[in-house]
């Protein structure tokens, strides 16, 4: 039986770093075993703002990728300075950002609609379709942010009539940072009709939470299938690194000002002032990008002697330290927007088998995840305060110190990558795309 022929477009791939190219990358992994061949195209020339070349020896050997060249308004960012560039690229949003940030983020919300790489879209429906004339595609996949991705897929669709799968890794207008692009109203408004207009031309749409796939069916009828982000055992270490014997608690990923934990931070210094055993045991472990109010924070409350900042760190590294550390930190902001994020750490921290300690809004599906899997204790914002959070802490101490600090339950096995990847094979070979084919 000939397998599925599926084109993937996509702007993040190795080398590119961080979680957003991993869903994919993984995907493209296991497709071949579930009878769907699939071809990637990328930019040819793209400004990643974390690259990690150690993803790209995950890269499967025979895929076939296509590039073609992308423009970025990221020179401007590059004249101002290295900072300015992340900022702009990764939309970190400081908490007082300067009037200088404010200007550029003013710009790359109102002048590049959706996102930055829009001008990638003409271009790459050009190349596409001549590309499209020549082979035989049974689904054309697009996967954002940026978003821009999808409006490749919607023109293709348009002029082609080939069936066309959206994947949102996160939500478009209901993202964290959308509402700090300063969005002028008419411009607000131009992002809502694009998002409507991708939701209600693609024939299939994929997200990643059940609360993303919620808010989407209030805007389109048009079928929504969830697969979250998952881990890849072929990552696991090739031989289990040793517990810590400090009690640490680890925070893999970039840690930005909004995702600030002060009332954990507080109860750990008032431990420390209060139990001197409690001090010379914990050990707080940063991978990634700390913002400056982290810092601070941590200074405040007489945490800095306890704190080891690594920088960023490739994925090898953070999987080793997953492993490794006795609790393992999970943050999302306070806010109704962040309820439908389900970070793809969450699923590496579950493949360390750690105890994970997660800290984000009320009705966060995050909970649900970590709770129903064994996984670790999840507390909203209103309690991280010592009957709740501090309890728990106390209570984990105590398992470290009597060297128990384990899971009792660990059902994670859903979240295996080649088990996600069937659950897409089947989408893709379902009878809602099949429709779709020119006869």
Known sequence: MEPLKVLVITYYWPPAGGPGVQRWLKFCTYLPENGVEPTVYIPENPTYPIVDEALSKEVPKDIRVLKHPIWEPYGLGKRLG?????????????????????????????????????????????????????????????????????????????????????????????????????????????????????????????????????????????????????YDTSNKPLKQPELDTQFSISHIGSLLAKRNPEPLWKLLGEFCKAHDTFKKDLKLVFAGVVAEEVKSSLSQYGLLEQAEFKGYVDHTEAIALQHQSQLLLLLEINAPETRAILPGKLFEYMMARRPILAIGPKGSDIKALVEESGSGAFFNYEQLHEDYLGAYVLNAYQSYKNKALTLEKNAIDQFDRKVLTEQLATVLKSETLARHRPS
């Open 82 to 230: 290295k900072k300015s560039t992340k900022t702009l690229s990764k939309g970190i949003i400081d908490e007082n950002p300067s009037l200088l940030k404010k200007l550029m983020l003013f710009i790359r919300g109102n002048f590049f609609i959706p996102d930055a790489r829009k001008a990638w879209v003409k271009p790459s429906v050009n190349y596409l379709k001549d590309h499209l004339t020549e082979q035989h595609y049974d689904v054309i996949i697009t996967t954002g942010p940026p978003h821009s991705v999808h409006l490749i897929g919607k023109q293709l669709k348009e002029d082609l009539a080939i069936p066309w799968l959206a994947d949102f890794r996160d939500p478009w207008t209901t993202i964290g940072y959308h509402k700090s692009l300063r969005l002028l109203p008419w411009n607000a408004k131009k992002h809502k009709n694009l998002e409507a207009a991708v939701l209600n031309t693609a024939d299939q749409i994929l997200v990643t939470s059940p609360s993303t796939k919620k808010e989407f069916e209030g805007i389109t009828q048009q079928p929504i299938a969830v697969i979250t982000n998952g």
